[in-house]
């Protein structure tokens, strides 16, 4: 997965819904997983590995990792300084950077797919 290039503010129309999705098991790259762990929070590190099966830390990396690039693909903001917060609903939602706290995002995911 590479992110796609930036895309220009007005893509975020106030009523717009964009969907992007993964196959988890083509991400194996051991240079992209890497890039990929260094994206990673702390608090997103220990939660993955509370993860017991190799395949679900994997799912789990590569599901933050769509979600850091492709925010930033759309703002411009390092993948790596995105903070998250869990809604009453268990959905990630944007605390920092404070400017992109109104974009909303969520993640839907089946064996060998993550969107």
């Not at 590995?49 to 679900?56: A, I, N, P």
């Not at 799912?59 to 850091?68: D, E, W």
């Not at 790596?80 to 969520?106: I, K, M, S």
Request: glycine share 4%; charged share 20%; aromatic share 8%.
């Amino acid at each position: 997965m590479n992110a796609p290039a930036a895309l220009p503010p007005e893509s975020l129309g106030r009523d717009a819904a964009h969907v992007w999705y993964v196959c988890t098991s083509e991400i194996a790259d051991p240079a992209i997983l890497d890039r990929y762990h260094a994206l990673l929070s702390p608090e997103e590190h220990a939660r993955r590995q509370r993860y017991r099966f190799d395949k679900d830390q994997h799912a789990h990396l590569v599901t933050r990792a769509l979600v850091r690039t492709l925010l930033s693909s759309y703002t411009g903001v390092e993948p790596a300084a995105w903070q998250f917060v869990t809604n009453a609903y268990g959905r990630p939602d944007v605390a920092a950077p404070a400017v992109w706290r109104p974009l909303r995002c969520n993640v839907s995911h089946t064996t060998g797919l993550v969107a």
